[in-house]
Structures are given as structure tokens and as C-alpha cells.
């Protein structure tokens, strides 16, 4: 994210059947363990995932984001090199996040990016409903799913 001084970083761990953000974190530095730190919060919240997909970047093919995937019995899958659809759900949130936060809030440093993505985040999860999941709201549908599962 483009900031007045330098970028700042945004991660999230997102539920492909809901669309749910199970968790997202901003950083001024992409580097493993602040991957590793967002998704360990994620489990711990929500449960380990059966599979994480990932793009190829040095962060996520690191050994110390890998071996804790693997370390927790994830199946860790990623993309092909050159291969952005088959990140198509997170390259969507990416998408809205920017169409519909971002670009009409011109950030001032790191904690502006941060309240404002706590905000969309929030919205996004809780109010606004998605034409690909039959107009539901990702918590709904991501509730109904923990339930099932359980």
C-alpha cells in the first residue's frame, strides 16, 4: 500500500467457501514471520485450515513460514509462477479493498491503514453481502459452515 513516506504491507488468510477474512494483519516489512504470526493468530482463533494456498513469494516459500505450515499438518499448496488465477479469491479481496477503501481514502501513515482496514474488514465480513456466495454475508455463511464441521 502506497503510503506518503515508503509502503506498508497487508496479509490476509481468507476462507475460500465463505469468503470470510479469518484474519489480516499490516506491516512496514514483508517478511516470513509476520506472515507466520497472521496465520498462527488465525488458527488459533479459528482452527487450522486442511490446506493453504499461497502465491511463490519469498515470504510464504520461506523455511520459516513453510516448516510451520507443515508443522502444523496443513497441506501447503502454491501457485505456479506467472499463475494470478489461481489466487483469484485473495486477488478479488485485494481488488475490492483498494476499489472500495483505499483509493477513496488516501492514506497518511501506518495507523490510518490499519483503523481503515479494521473498518473494511469488519464490513466486509459482517455487512456486506457477496453476489458469489448467493448474497449472504462471509460471517453468515462462515458460521453456518463451523457449524456443520463441527
Known sequence: ???KKGFMYLTAIIDLYSRYVVNWSVS???DADWCRNCLEEAIETHEKPEILNTDQGSQFTSEVFANFVLSQDIKLSMDGKGRA???AFIERLWRSVKYEKLYLNPLKDGM???LLMAEYFNYYNMERRHTSIKDQRPFDLYQITQKQVA
Open 85 to 87: 488465477i489461481d489466487n
Open 28 to 30: 512496514n516489512s514483508m
Open 112 to 114: 490510518d491503514l490499519y
Open 1 to 3: 500500500m502506497p503510503m
